[in-house]
């Protein structure tokens, strides 16, 4: 069983910057695939960004891609994503997901493991 808690969102003006953290407690973490959906009311969840085991692979969805960065530090148990460069549609709720192995990292049905959630808001 893996718990993860989200934090670091809030309100930036559109070009700004913010930076969210996922920390993880309870099974290894450093097997763990970790990953970033986001989601908007009365849409579906949508892959941000992912990250490999050893943080040797990152993926991104195109919008976000040059913008924002995913990384992780194993010791601390905690995944980083940093936005920089942020839209107004960058608005939504951010939520981490993590998986062993999964098969498909961009898909939120492959993950068993969630945090709750964090509102990044963008004003134009």
């Known amino acids: 069983q893996v718990q993860l808690v989200e934090s670091g969102g809030g309100l930036v003006q559109a070009g700004g910057s913010l930076s969210l953290s996922c920390s993880a407690f309870?099974?290894?973490?450093?097997?763990?695939?970790v990953a970033w959906f986001r989601q908007v009311p009365g849409k579906e969840r949508d892959f941000v960004t992912a990250?490999?085991?050893?943080?040797?692979?990152?993926y991104y969805a195109d919008s976000v891609k040059g913008r924002f960065t995913i990384s992780r530090n194993n010791d601390k148990k905690t995944v980083f994503l940093q936005m920089s460069s942020l839209k107004p549609e960058d608005t939504a709720v951010y939520f981490c997901?993590?998986?062993?192995?999964?098969?498909?990292?961009?898909?939120?049905?492959?993950?068993?493991?969630w945090g709750q959630g964090t509102q990044v808001t963008v004003s134009s």
């Open positions: 990250i490999s085991w050893n943080g040797g692979a990152t």
């Open positions: 997901a993590a998986q062993y192995w999964p098969s498909a990292f961009g898909d939120p049905n492959e993950y068993d493991y």
């Open positions: 309870g099974r290894s973490f450093s097997a763990i695939t």
